[in-house]
């Protein structure tokens, strides 16, 4: 689980191309990052010895069910691409924010606090952990974005992120994202 949270947590590198290029570059690059993974993955899951190398790298970091099916990963590209293209740098940055730092500590105070209630296999004590450290960075960054917009949108996301179907990578950005446009 570590390796798979420290894996979580450099997905952050992906400010870095919304920080330093025009929204046009960004959006272009977003979307090129997209069809990269999505051929990676598409590579995996169709040719056999590339997927076996892929997993020989990756099989730490992956759930049981990505083996088989589309990583994490590409519901990340995914939801980056989106949110690139539908949305303004700094809400952007925070979204991949929340995404990146948040989760990894919710799986921690999930996994390592007690006593542990579960609600759909996700922990009370992981929304507790997402929710403050989302409160921590909302206080300490984005001043541009209203304090009401940030804690509604990170409470929102944690519940999400809880209930949702969906792989959080794509959930969780683009619910962050949502809320802070329209709230």
Do not use: Q
């Not at 939801?79 to 921690?108: H, M, T």
């Not at 004590?125 to 300490?140: M, R, V």
């Amino acid at each position: 689980m570590i390796s798979r949270k420290l894996f979580h947590l450099l997905s952050v590198i992906l400010i870095f191309p919304v920080l330093f290029l025009s929204d046009n570059y960004r959006i272009v690059f977003s979307i090129s990052f997209l069809i990269v993974v999505l051929l990676i993955d598409f590579l995996r899951l169709k040719n056999r010895n590339f997927g076996k190398l892929f997993l020989s790298i990756f099989r730490s970091i992956l759930k049981k069910n990505e083996i088989n099916d589309w990583t994490g990963a590409t519901y990340l590209a995914i939801s980056y691409a989106l949110i690139n293209i539908l949305f303004e740098k700094e809400i952007v940055i925070f979204s991949l924010i929340i995404l990146a730092i948040c989760d990894p500590i919710a799986a921690i105070f999930g996994t390592y606090i007690r006593p542990n209630i579960k609600i759909h296999r996700k922990s009370i004590n992981g929304l507790i952990g997402f929710y403050l450290s989302g409160i921590i960075l909302s206080l300490l960054f984005f001043d541009n974005i209203s304090l009401f917009s940030k804690i509604l949108a990170v409470l929102i996301s944690g519940i999400v992120e809880i209930f949702t179907p969906i792989d959080d990578n794509l959930s969780v950005p683009l619910t962050t994202a949502f809320i802070l446009k329209f709230i």
